[in-house]
């Protein structure tokens, strides 16, 4: 069983930064893809960014390049989000999702296997 616990959401002003983590046990994380989605309300969930197994490639959301990084470090089984100058249209209930095998394109939700249960991120004026 797979089991990912996102966490470092919260409420934060306009221009702030967040760091969001990713923890996941089960099946082997270094050798999994993950993403990070994020879901406002009435509206469908969005891919925000992917990292594969290695680390090495990332590819961003048009909406957040340049101001979000994704990360991660095997050792602790963690991808971490760092969220820069964040806008009041990043809030969001951002999830984490984890991909196994090659199935593309990483911004489809349908080609994850395991999701997190997400966690609040708020931006204010």
Same mark, same amino acid.
């Given at each position: 069983?797979?089991?990912?616990?996102? /966490?470092?959401?919260?409420?934060?002003?306009?221009?702030? /930064?967040? !760091?969001?983590?990713? =923890?996941? /046990? &089960? !099946? +082997?994380?270094?050798?999994?893809? *993950?993403? $990070? #989605?994020?879901?406002?309300?009435?509206?469908?969930?969005? #891919?925000? &960014?992917?990292?594969? $197994?290695?680390?090495?490639? +990332?590819?961003? =959301?048009?909406?957040?390049?340049? !101001? #979000?990084?994704?990360? !991660?470090?095997?050792?602790?089984?963690?991808?971490?989000?760092? *969220?820069?100058?964040?806008? @009041?249209?990043?809030? =969001?209930?951002?999830?984490? =999702?984890?991909? #196994?095998?090659?199935? $593309?394109? @990483?911004?489809?939700?349908?080609?994850?296997?395991? $999701?997190?249960?997400?966690?609040?991120?708020?931006?204010?004026?």
């Amino acid at each position: 069983q797979v089991q990912l616990v996102e /966490s470092g959401g919260g409420l934060v002003q306009a221009g702030e /930064s967040l !760091r969001l983590s990713c =923890a996941t /046990s &089960g !099946r +082997t994380f270094s050798s999994s893809d *993950m993403g $990070w #989605f994020r879901q406002a309300p009435g509206k469908e969930r969005q #891919f925000v &960014g992917y990292i594969n $197994w290695s680390g090495v490639d +990332t590819y961003y =959301a048009d909406s957040v390049k340049g !101001r #979000f990084t994704i990360s !991660r470090d095997n050792a602790k089984n963690t991808v971490y989000l760092q *969220m820069n100058s964040l806008k @009041p249209e990043d809030t =969001a209930v951002y999830y984490c =999702a984890v991909k #196994f095998g090659s199935s $593309w394109p @990483p911004t489809r939700t349908s080609v994850y296997n395991y $999701w997190g249960q997400g966690t609040q991120v708020t931006v204010s004026i």
